[in-house]
C-alpha cells in the first residue's frame, strides 16, 4: 500500500532543506544580532492557551486548530502559532520579574492550521518570529518591523512592499467597532457566512475579508483614522515618522487587521511579488499587543511580534532564482581504484572530514570515468583518485573538476593543497596583484613566499589561511585579526 503525506502537508528534501537551512540561518543570524534569544517551547500546548488568546473571532480558533483529547482525556493542540507559547513560557517561567525587560525572544519551527491547502498555504508549515515582550514603547514596534525588512533586504529581495496600519487603544478601538457594526448592519445581510459571524465576535475582521463582493462593500467603510485618541495618533505618527528615519519604505493600509484578535496599535504585513508576478500573499506579518501577558495572569505588560512563513519566504526567494547557489557541493571526491584502496581511501576520506572538508568516497570498485561522472553530478571541487601507484609511492593525483587540472600532491602536503585552494587562496590571490598561483607556495609550489614580491620571514603564508602573526602586505590583511 502506498501512503501518501497528509494533505497540506509537505516534505522539505535535499536541496530545498539546504535552502530552509539557509533561510533559517539569515533569519537567527540578524535576530541574534539584535540581541534577540532563541525560545524553543512545546508544539502541543493546552487548546485554552490559544482559546484565550489568539481569540474566539479569530479563523484560527473557530475552525483551524488541530485539537485533540490526550488517553488522559484533556483537551491538546497543535500550536497554530507561536506568541501564544511564548507568552506563556515568558509568564510560567516568570521572566516579568527580570529587571532587563523587555525580554526579546525568537523561535523557528512548525506550526499547523486546519486550512484549505492552496498555493503558500499549508496545514503544518513553519513559522520564524520574534517577540519584545515587556515594552510599550514605539522604537520596539519600529525595531521589529526593520527586523523583518532587514531579513527580507539580507535574502535579496527587494521592492518589498511594507504595509503598517494602527488598531488604535482599547477606547479608540471600540469607538471605530462601533462605527463599523453601525455601516455594516446595512450591508451584513449581503455578506458571507464568515462575515456575519464576524459582524457578532469582532467587525474589524470583516475588513480582512477575502471575499470580492464584500471587499466591495469594505471599500467604502469608515476608517480606523477618524477615530484614533491623540495618544494613539501620535503614537502612530511617530512610528511613520522613525520607520522613513530608519529606511524603511512603507505604505498606510488602513484597512489591515491581521487575523488575530490580540493586535492593539501598530499591525504590519510584509508583501512581495515575484518577479514571475506571483503573489503568495503576506510573507510575514506581526504587530502589537496589550492584554496577552495579563490574559497568561501574569501582569500587565505590552509586547510587538513579528513571524514569517518560511515556506513563503522560500517560494519567492525561490521564484526569483536567488537559491540557486545553496548546494555548496562536495569539496572532494575520493576514488579508489579497487577493492585494495577502499581501506586507504576510507582512512584518507576520514582524515579529510576531520579537517572540516565536506568529503565524499566511492567504495563501488565502478571505473574511473563512472566515479567522475557521479564526482561530478555531487558537484565535487576536487577528486582524488587513488590507485596503485598513488599508494606506493604516496603521490595523490588530484583533480581540480572545475578547472580540468591535474596535480600530482604528496600526501603529507595534501591538507595545506585543499586547505589554500578551498579556503583562502582564490579570495586573497585577487588581492593580491601577481595573481600567479604556480608561484604561490601555499600549493605546494615554493618555499619562499613570492606572491606581490613581498617577503615574509614564515614559509607559512598568511594569506591562505596558514598561522601568521604579522601583518600581510601582499594581501592588506591584518593577520591578527585571524584573516
Ligand atoms: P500569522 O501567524 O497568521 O500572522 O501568519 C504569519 C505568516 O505565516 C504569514 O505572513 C504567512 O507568511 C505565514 N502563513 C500563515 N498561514 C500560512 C499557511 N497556511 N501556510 C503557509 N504559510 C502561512
Do not use: W
Request: hydrophobic share 30%; proline share 2%; charged share 30%.
Amino acid at each position: 500500500m502506498n501512503i501518501q503525506n497528509v494533505k497540506g502537508t509537505h516534505d522539505v528534501i535535499l536541496k530545498e532543506a539546504q535552502a530552509y537551512e539557509r533561510i533559517e540561518s539569515v533569519m537567527k543570524a540578524i535576530a541574534e544580532s539584535y540581541c534577540f534569544k532563541e525560545f524553543r517551547v512545546p508544539v502541543i500546548e493546552n487548546s485554552a492557551l490559544f482559546l484565550r488568546s489568539v481569540g474566539e473571532s479569530s479563523d484560527i480558533v473557530r475552525k483551524e486548530m488541530y485539537t485533540f483529547l490526550d488517553k488522559g482525556g484533556r483537551s491538546l493542540t497543535l500550536r497554530p502559532e507561536f506568541t501564544a507559547g511564548i507568552i506563556r513560557s515568558f509568564v510560567n517561567n516568570k521572566l516579568y520579574a527580570t529587571k532587563d525587560l523587555p525580554v526579546k525572544a525568537y523561535y523557528v519551527g512548525p506550526v499547523f492550521r486546519y486550512e484549505r491547502p492552496q498555493l503558500g498555504r499549508y496545514r503544518q508549515f513553519n513559522q520564524f518570529g520574534i517577540e519584545t515582550i515587556g515594552t510599550t514603547s514605539v522604537y520596539h514596534d519600529v525595531e521589529a518591523i526593520l527586523l523583518g525588512y532587514t531579513i527580507l533586504t539580507a535574502l535579496g529581495l527587494e521592492n518589498v512592499k511594507v504595509k503598517i496600519n494602527t488598531l488604535g487603544d482599547a477606547l479608540s478601538r471600540q469607538n471605530y467597532k462601533n462605527a463599523l457594526k453601525e455601516y455594516f448592519s446595512n450591508h451584513i445581510d449581503d455578506m458571507c457566512v464568515d462575515c456575519k459571524q464576524r459582524y457578532e465576535l469582532n467587525p474589524l475582521r470583516i475588513l480582512d475579508c477575502k471575499v470580492k463582493e464584500d471587499q466591495d462593500i469594505v471599500k467604502n467603510a469608515p476608517t480606523m483614522s477618524n477615530y484614533l485618541s491623540d495618544d494613539a495618533k501620535k503614537r502612530f505618527d511617530d512610528l511613520c515618522a522613525l520607520l522613513e528615519q530608519v529606511g524603511v519604505d512603507y505604505e498606510i493600509d488602513d484597512t489591515l487587521v491581521r487575523g488575530l484578535d490580540y493586535y492593539s496599535q501598530t499591525v504590519f504585513e510584509y508583501h512581495y511579488t515575484s518577479k514571475k508576478g506571483i503573489n503568495y500573499g503576506a510573507v510575514g506579518a506581526g504587530g502589537h499587543y496589550d492584554g496577552l501577558v495579563k490574559e497568561m495572569d501574569g501582569p500587565q505588560l505590552e509586547g510587538v511580534g513579528l513571524s514569517f512563513g518560511v515556506e513563503r519566504v522560500f517560494s519567492v526567494l525561490n521564484d526569483d532564482e536567488l537559491l540557486a547557489d545553496v548546494d555548496d557541493g562536495c569539496d572532494v571526491f575520493v576514488m579508489p581504484m579497487g577493492e585494495d584502496a577502499n581501506e586507504i581511501g576510507f582512512y584518507l576520506l576520514t582524515t579529510l572530514r576531520q579537517y572540516g572538508f565536506t568529503s565524499e568516497i566511492d567504495v563501488s570498485g565502478s571505473k574511473l570515468s563512472s566515479m567522475l561522472k557521479k564526482a561530478n553530478r555531487l558537484s565535487s571541487k576536487y577528486a582524488i583518485i587513488l590507485g596503485e601507484e598513488e599508494i606506493n609511492t604516496r603521490i595523490l593525483t588530484i583533480k581540480d573538476l572545475f578547472k580540468q587540472e591535474q596535480y600530482k600532491i604528496n600526501v603529507d602536503n595534501l591538507i595545506d593543497f585543499l586547505d589554500s585552494r578551498l579556503n583562502n587562496a582564490e579570495d586573497e590571490h585577487e588581492h593580491c596583484s601577481c595573481n600567479d598561483e604556480k608561484e604561490h607556495h601555499c600549493c605546494g609550489h615554493h618555499d619562499e613566499t613570492q606572491c606581490c614580491g613581498h617577503e615574509s620571514q614564515k614559509h607559512n603564508h598568511g594569506c591562505c589561511g596558514h598561522n601568521h602573526d604579522e601583518e600581510h602586505h601582499c594581501c592588506n590583511k591584518d593577520s591578527n585579526k585571524g584573516e
